[in-house]
């Protein structure tokens, strides 16, 4: 091969991966306003639908409790409150602000609802918002949160990590510390993660929020009928017995530090794509 055509050949490679690359920067774009049209259209839907959910007893109650993988975020401390969790809800930034670099951005709303008289309560009831950004570090796409106040229940006060360290006089004690631990583990601590204080804050704190996102909230109403009885839901195949199983969320003390290991993203989202493909 003479060295014109060499030249010609490596002329030709060039220009075919320059549009190679331009593709990709179409597909990416498409993919792009694609996912940003589905928010759009769904987020009216979504707000429809969490009218008629605050009228269903117990409704997310139940979705939780037949989420298995939720569970795994909670502390056994955790588990009696979540029937006071009345409302969950995504809202997309890019609905109100057409912000498409940052489209992916997004906020968790949850409330906390007890019915018992203010004596009896065994949490405030209160609605907390929490605002997730999508970042690249490293050329790894994550999420990173704002810290944001809920008030615990008080029965928590003793593992309640920000009480333990503004009533601590001097160095925590080990016991301060044991308890601080456990605090950290606890389900209201997620409230207070960052992403950015590994080892310092609630662990899996950005694989709890792609589990609430990818899957919980979008598959709320299928993991509600699947838990009702036999004929009432879309499954009548399912009998009590099933369902006495699915809806038992409880865990032994033995499987506390079970509770807290790390699940990867590839984990929530293998939840999500199994729900779709059903």
Known sequence: MTQQATENESAHLEKSLLELAECEQRMDKAEREAEIFRIKNTQSIYQDRRSILLNIPQFWYIVLA??????????????????????????????????????????????????????????????????????????????????????????????????IKSNAKGELTTEEKKNYRTGMKSFFAWFGWTGTKPGKEYRNGEELARLIVDDIFPYAVKYYTEALPAGEGEDDDLDDSEEGEELDISEDEDDEEESGKKRSPEDSSE??????KQ
């Open 66 to 163: 037949e989420n298995e993988d939720f569970a795994e975020y909670m502390s056994v401390d955790d588990l009696q409150y979540l029937e006071t969790i009345s409302d969950v809800y995504i809202h997309h930034k890019v609905v109100d602000t057409n912000d498409t670099e940052h489209y992916k951005d997004f906020s968790i709303i949850i409330a906390f609802k007890d019915e018992a008289s203010d004596s009896n309560a065994i949490i405030e009831s209160q609605t907390i918002t929490k605002h997730f950004k999508t970042v690249i570090e490293d050329g790894e796409e994550k999420i990173t949160s704002e810290p944001v106040d809920i008030k615990w229940p008080k029965s928590l006060d003793g593992i309640n990590p920000n009480l």
């Open 271 to 276: 939840a999500a794509n199994k729900k779709s």
